[in-house]
């Protein structure tokens, strides 16, 4: 079971990555007038929401009853 | 003067305008990722109600894991493309027509063009949509071996290429220098200036 998760937080820590970077370009390079400050913010909120919706239901889902492909696997050799 | 919008930016060079894309050069992006926030949408709201046996003990954690990272990973596509549009501008000041492109994360071009240097500048708008939302492409051509400057999705190209040509006009008396864009008039047609009029039945005649 836990290599879905560590599929996902692989996943998400690329996502994480690719974000710093897009952040960081945008502050970098930011003009005067500031308006892709307020966008940067509007992306940071909505995906913070998202991870923590995420979160909430990865930890309701029952991991417990996840077979494991890797033992399956294994147990026929 | 508060802040710099470019680096080589001089201390008493003033923006006029800053040219950003139209808003409709990101529809294509809009359109894709509105299409995966629905599939998303409805994967949460449909989907456990048409296959229950779907979302139950194992299915439901893989279900959970793909609209998670499905909605996640289209926001930062959105995102991704917004900061391209956002830093791909073209400047005019006092001084110069600076374009910066940034076509991707490490993929960064400033291109910088003394306003001396503009011999002729012409903009055009092609298709249905670009009349309805007054866009355009505006096309300065350079002097020497410079390559053009082309600015796309421009909005109101005419009034962007009319604002060029005064800037460089104003820079030209400011400095004393009759080239460029002034002495360009007479050969072609489309400088904006002073734009030639041809008269179908002979010479024009001013009453």
């Known amino acids: ?77 | 003067m508060s802040e710099k919008y470019f680096e080589s930016q001089q201390e008493d060079e003033d923006v006029i305008i800053l040219v950003r894309r139209h808003i409709i050069a990101l529809v294509p992006v809009i359109a894709m990722s509105a299409l995966l926030y629905l599939i998303g949408l409805l994967a949460v709201l449909v989907f456990p109600f048409i296959l229950p046996v779907m979302v139950q003990g194992f299915a439901y954690n893989i279900y959970v894991i793909v609209v998670s990272l499905l909605f996640l990973f289209t926001t930062i596509f959105v995102f991704n493309n917004w900061v391209l549009h956002y830093l791909h501008v073209a400047i005019l000041t006092t001084e110069h027509l600076v374009e910066i492109d940034q076509a991707g994360l490490f993929s960064r071009k400033i291109s910088e063009l003394a306003l001396e240097k503009i011999q002729d500048v012409s903009s055009s708008q092609e298709g249905l949509i670009n009349t309805m939302f007054d866009i355009g492409e505006v096309e300065i051509q350079t002097a020497g071996e410079a390559p053009n400057f082309v600015i796309e999705y421009a909005p109101d190209p005419s009034k962007t290429a009319q604002k060029i040509m005064e800037t460089e006009e104003i820079y030209c008396e400011k400095h004393g220098i009759r080239t460029g864009a002034n002495s360009s008039n007479a050969n072609n047609n489309t400088t904006l200036n002073q734009p030639t009029i041809e008269y179908p039945g002979g010479e024009w005649e001013q009453k």
């Not at chain 1, 509007?42 to 919706?53: E, G, H, P, Q």
């Open chain 1, 1 to 77: 079971m836990a290599i879905f998760l560590l599929i996902y937080i692989i996943l998400c820590l690329a996502w994480f990555v690719w974000a710093g970077l897009l952040t960081f370009l945008t502050l970098k390079y930011k003009y005067p007038d500031k308006s892709g400050v307020g966008v940067l913010l509007v992306f940071w909120a909505v995906s913070i929401t998202i991870f923590i919706v995420s979160a909430v239901f990865i930890a309701r889902a029952d991991w417990h009853s996840v077979p494991d492909i890797f033992s399956n696997l294994t147990m026929g050799y």
